[in-house]
């Protein structure tokens, strides 16, 4: 089993070699289940590897019975040429035909390198570390600088951003093990999630199409450049399998998650909003203002338009302003619903109550008046680094008169993205195609962490 797997301490594949397992390196999945006759157990294995005709899968099934006085092993491998992540699964539902649903033990994790751990990048990894049906292969770091320590405190491998020997040789020097450089990494990744700075991801585009991997960039990078972009509740089934894509930014996500309810409730939906904007995260020394409000001379700012990018249906057009905070962004919505759109104050508010990561909270009721309160409460919460992954809406400043509805919105920019990435990745990989299942699951793996 080490010859195939690479999953360290698993139960079933022991300990891998990184260095066997590169030529056979993906585990689909392995179930163990009871069958009418006794213990029966299955392993697929799929390797992408790139052909003059681009992306071709190789499947390997290989099933072991052990029934009372007989052993039987099937082993049968087939070539396909773009095949699509379900096709694995369907191979697996068959190998476990028969079986009681009860006995299946199943295990398929979807292998995750962190490209950039910064802000995001170590966000993403603890999320995607929560999740069972993915586990984290390693992050990159540029330097052995800070951020390190992080990474070897979690236990996630750790790489060079670079292929560069030298660079990866100061890891050691440094005292750190680093694994090897970036197509190291991806070597025994399915997927990696983009987590440099902006305009910087579109650089390693080339770099994972050449390494076979599925790629996540983040808000940082033009649409243009990854041509999809995503957020769980717009556009999870149009993401479905694609070669890559694009998390939009925190600004876009949060619009998306009240704006998208309402247009799929009224089917028309007109928007301008402004954009108080945090000047810079409170990790980041290095951006302004300190001392001034400054508008984005940019009319419209890119924030609407990002918008159209997952839901091109609603028309929307935004202006922003920076201001000398790091907490938050606040968003001044006015929203213009079609005649005859039937919605109340108390409806929309009742319809953003049952849409997940919306927080809805009574600003007088409460005492949480400012963004300062608002995340005095993330902390309350405890998830790490006191992030707050809900969009926040204050009850007493949402207003409906006639056709235009008012409202407020605070958006965590540092958190709100992160299961986002997580919904992404199982989009890419095909492996649920119900957004509301991805974010339910999500959301409590997430949660379990904190209880
Ligand atoms: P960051 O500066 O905190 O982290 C970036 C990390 O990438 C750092 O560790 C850096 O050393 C590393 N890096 C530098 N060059 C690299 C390269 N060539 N390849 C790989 N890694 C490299 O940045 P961040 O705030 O985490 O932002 C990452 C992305 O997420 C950007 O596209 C940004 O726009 C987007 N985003 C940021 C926020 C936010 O509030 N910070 C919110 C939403 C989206």
């Keep these: 089993s080490g010859r195939f797997g690479h999953k360290p301490n698993s139960p079933f594949f022991g300990t891998g070699s990184p260095a066997l397992v590169q030529p056979m390196r993906r585990i689909a999945s392995c179930s163990a289940a009871w069958m009418r006759r006794g213990p029966s157990f299955s392993l697929i294995l799929n390797e992408r590897s790139t052909t003059s005709r681009g992306s071709a899968m190789m499947v390997c099934c290989c099933t072991i019975s052990i029934y009372p006085l007989l052993v039987k092993v099937q082993f049968f491998t087939f070539h396909l040429t773009q095949v699509p992540a379900i096709f694995s699964h369907l191979l697996q539902r068959f190998v476990n035909r028969g079986s009681s649903k009860a006995g299946i033990l199943r295990t398929m994790t979807i292998k995750v390198a962190i490209n950039g751990y910064g802000t995001i990048g170590k966000r993403v990894a603890d999320a995607v570390d929560a999740q069972d049906d993915m586990e984290i292969v390693g992050v990159t770091k540029t330097r052995p600088a800070f951020g390190c320590d992080l990474a070897v405190r979690k236990g996630y491998p750790l790489y060079c951003t670079f292929d560069d020997a030298d660079r990866i040789a100061s890891f050691a020097e440094a005292g750190y093990k680093c694994h090897g450089g970036l197509t190291d990494l991806l070597a025994v990744a399915d997927i990696v999630i983009d987590c440099s700075p902006g305009k910087v991801g579109a650089s390693n585009k080339e770099t994972y199409q050449k390494a076979g991997v599925k790629w996540i960039f983040q808000g940082g990078e033009k649409h243009a450049m990854t041509g999809m972009s995503y957020t769980s509740s717009a ?145 309350d919460m405890g998830r790490t680094w006191g992030d707050l992954h809900e969009i926040f809406v204050w009850e007493d400043g949402v207003k409906l008169v006639g056709n235009n509805l008012y409202y407020f919105q605070a958006i965590h920019q540092e958190s709100d993205v992160i299961p986002e990435n997580v919904d992404a990745i199982r989009a890419l990989m095909g492996t649920e195609s119900d957004w509301r299942v991805s974010v339910e699951k999500t959301d409590s793996a997430i949660a379990s962490q904190f209880e």
């Design 235 to 379: 556009n999870h089934k149009e993401n479905l399998n694609v070669e890559g894509t694009r998390v939009v930014s925190c600004n876009t996500t949060g619009l998306s998650r009240t704006l998208v309810p309402l247009y799929e409730h009224c089917g028309d939906l007109q928007v301008e909003c402004t954009m108080i904007r945090r000047a810079a995260d409170p990790g980041d020394s290095s951006k302004g203002p300190i001392n001034a409000i400054k508008p984005v001379l940019k009319v419209p700012s890119h924030h609407g338009p990002d918008v159209m990018t997952v839901k091109p249906e609603i028309q929307i057009n935004s202006m922003a302003v920076a201001v000398p905070t790091t907490i938050m962004h606040v968003h001044v919505i006015v929203a213009t619903l079609p005649e005859g759109h039937g919605l109340t104050t108390e409806s929309v508010l009742s319809m953003w109550s049952q849409r997940p990561r919306i927080v809805i909270m009574n600003g007088s009721e409460t005492g949480i008046t400012t963004t300062a309160e608002v995340m005095e409460f993330a902390r």
